[in-house]
C-alpha cells in the first residue's frame, strides 16, 4: 500500500460545478496537510495548507482533513477553466524538513 | 515566497550522458531540496543540499547517479549521471518557506528531461 493514494482522474467538469478531490493516506504520523495546483509545464505551487484535523476556506477553495479516517479533500466551488490543472495533495510529519510525501495527482479539466 | 529559476527548462539527451541542471534563489536559504516527477508518478524527493555539507540522499538513490553541489545560500547544482531512458523526468528545485516554518515548499518549474 502506498503511502498517499489519489486517483488520477482524469476528472472533466462544466464550468460553475463543485468539485470534491480527494487522498487517502496511511501514516497517522502526518500532521501538515497541503494542496498544490501544478499547471501544465510549470512547478507545483501551493493552494491550501492545513495542519492536523479541520476545515480551512480560501475564496473558493476549502481543504479538509479527517485524520480518524486518514482522508483529505479539497473542494472548489464555482469552478471556472483557469481551476484546469493537475492538483496534488501532500502531507508530512513533523520535522520532515523538505521531505513530502506526495499523492500522484488528480487532473482536472474545467469546461467552459 | 521565494522565486526560483531552474535551467535548462527542457533538454534532450542522448543514452549514457550527463546532464547538469541550475537552480536559483533569490534569498539566502540552508537547504535546497531536488524532486523528481515521473510520467504518471508522484512528486519523490531525490535529496536536500545543505550548504558547506554533503548532500542527504533519499532511500534509492544515490550520489553516484545524482551528485549535488551546493555552492553557496541562494545556488545549487542536480547532476543526472549516466543516463538511460528511465531518467526521463522532470526534475525540480524547491525550498522551504521560512516565513511559515510549516513545511511548505515552494518549487522552481522544473526541468523536462528525455532521454533517448
Known amino acids: 500500500q502506498k503511502e498517499v493514494e489519489q486517483d488520477p482522474g482524469p476528472l472533466s467538469v462544466p464550468e460553475g460545478a463543485i468539485v470534491s478531490l480527494n487522498c487517502t493516506y496511511s501514516n497517522s504520523a502526518f500532521q501538515y496537510f497541503m494542496w498544490y495546483r501544478q499547471y501544465s509545464r510549470k ?14 476556506e480560501d475564496g473558493r477553495f476549502t ?6 479516517s486518514k482522508y483529505i479533500s479539497l473542494f472548489i466551488r464555482d ?12 502531507m508530512s510529519g513533523a520535522g520532515s524538513q523538505g521531505n513530502l510525501i506526495f499523492g500522484k495527482g488528480t487532473k482536472l ?3 467552459p | 515566497s521565494a522565486v526560483i529559476s531552474q535551467k535548462p ?12 541542471i541550475q537552480c536559483q534563489v533569490d534569498s539566502q536559504v540552508t537547504m535546497m531540496f531536488w524532486y523528481r516527477q515521473q510520467p504518471g ?3 519523490t524527493l531525490i535529496a536536500t543540499a545543505n550548504q558547506g555539507s554533503e548532500a542527504t540522499y533519499e ?5 553516484d547517479k545524482f551528485p549535488i553541489s551546493r555552492p553557496n545560500l541562494t545556488f545549487s547544482t542536480l547532476t543526472v549521471s549516466n543516463m538511460s531512458p528511465e531518467d526521463s523526468s522532470i526534475y525540480l528545485c524547491s525550498v522551504e518557506d521560512l516565513a511559515e516554518n510549516t513545511g511548505e515548499l515552494f518549487f522552481g518549474e522544473g526541468s ?5
Do not use: W
Open chain 1, 43 to 56: 512547478g507545483p505551487e501551493l493552494l491550501m495548507y492545513t495542519y492536523s484535523s479541520g476545515n480551512k
Open chain 1, 63 to 68: 481543504a479538509q482533513v479527517d485524520k480518524s
Open chain 1, 79 to 90: 469552478s471556472q477553466p483557469s481551476d484546469s490543472a493537475t492538483y496534488l495533495c501532500a
Open chain 1, 109 to 111: 479539466s474545467v469546461k
Open chain 2, 9 to 20: 527548462s527542457r533538454d534532450i539527451c542522448q543514452r549514457g550522458t550527463s546532464l547538469t
Open chain 2, 41 to 43: 508518478q508522484s512528486l
Open chain 2, 59 to 63: 532511500s534509492g538513490f544515490v550520489i
Open chain 2, 112 to 116: 523536462r528531461l528525455t532521454v533517448l
